[in-house]
Structures are given as structure tokens and as C-alpha cells.
């Protein structure tokens, strides 16, 4: 399984579409945690639409490894099996929108979540932890998560916004 090297921060605020000062995708997700997995360990299918375009379709199996790095191993899916996978098996379910974006020689995501709302959370993926990052000025970061587990995506599809 390849690793998955990232930070992530909880975001306080950022800037209207129409102050955006870089270009931007705006992703629409949504994703089944699926129950019955090991400790440190999880399972999730994914839908992924960017605009009109026809969305595609994910099964990602994830094993924690130390905050912000984790073993991933992700393959496509047919829509039916993404049906088969999140009405078949007992699951949580997040939606969010993510705003994609280059700054610094990065590529970011921002993910405002929508079910549950109420808050953001940007990550940015990286060849190592020590690897150096400057934060976009225009997103004004509450704290970072990183190592923080109630803001993965997998606590979050369980237990709510923490």
C-alpha cells in the first residue's frame, strides 16, 4: 500500500468565490465509511463529481500508520458497486464540497462539509512530514489537526463534528 503523507487544519474562514485569488475545482463528494474494520484501519467507498462531468466512482482502504501518514490503497469502482457497498453494508455517510487549488508549489483541498455542516478542513499531501509549507495567506486557519484523530473524515462520518 503507498503511504499518504498530509497535514491538515481546521479552517476559520476564507474568502467569498468572487475574492478567490487563485484558480479552483470545486469537487462534490460524497463518502460511506463502511463499519466492521480493525482499529486504525478504514474502508470507504466514494462518489466524485467535479461540475456536469459524469462522477466517478472509489473504494479506498486506509490503515493509520502515525498522525498525518497513512497506508492507502484506492481503486475505481462501478456506480453499482458504490450503490451495492453504501445501501449493503450498515455505513456513515459524509458529504462535502472540495476546493482544490495550487499555492506555494502545492496542491490543497479545502472541504467545506455539508452533512454534518459546520465546519472546514484543509489538508495538503507531501513527500514527508518535515517537509516545510507556506499556508495560503487568503484562509485564515483556526489550528492545525494533523495529529488530532476527531477530525479525520472516518470520526467525523461516526461521531459528528467534533
Partial sequence: ?????????????VPPDDEWPVPFEDVSIIQHYLQDIK??????VRRSQVGSNPPKFFLTR??????????????????????IF????????IHKVRRVFDWGGLTW?????IQPGGIMLMEVELSGMEEEV?????????SEVTADNRYSNSEISKNGIP
Avoid: W
Avoid at 500500500?1 to 474562514?13: D, G
Avoid at 453504501?86 to 455517510?93: A, D, F, G, R, V
Fill in 1 to 13: 500500500m503507498p503511504l499518504e503523507i498530509e497535514r491538515k487544519f481546521l479552517v476559520a474562514y
Fill in 109 to 113: 483541498e479545502l472541504d467545506q462539509f
Fill in 86 to 93: 453504501s445501501l449493503s453494508k450498515k455505513s456513515n455517510k
Fill in 134 to 142: 507556506a499556508l495560503p495567506p487568503f484562509i485564515q486557519i483556526h
Fill in 39 to 44: 482499529p486504525g484501519e478504514s474502508e470507504r
Fill in 62 to 83: 486506509k490503515k493509520y500508520v502515525s498522525p498525518g501518514v497513512c497506508q492507502e490503497d484506492e481503486e475505481l469502482i462501478t456506480e453499482q458497486e458504490f450503490e
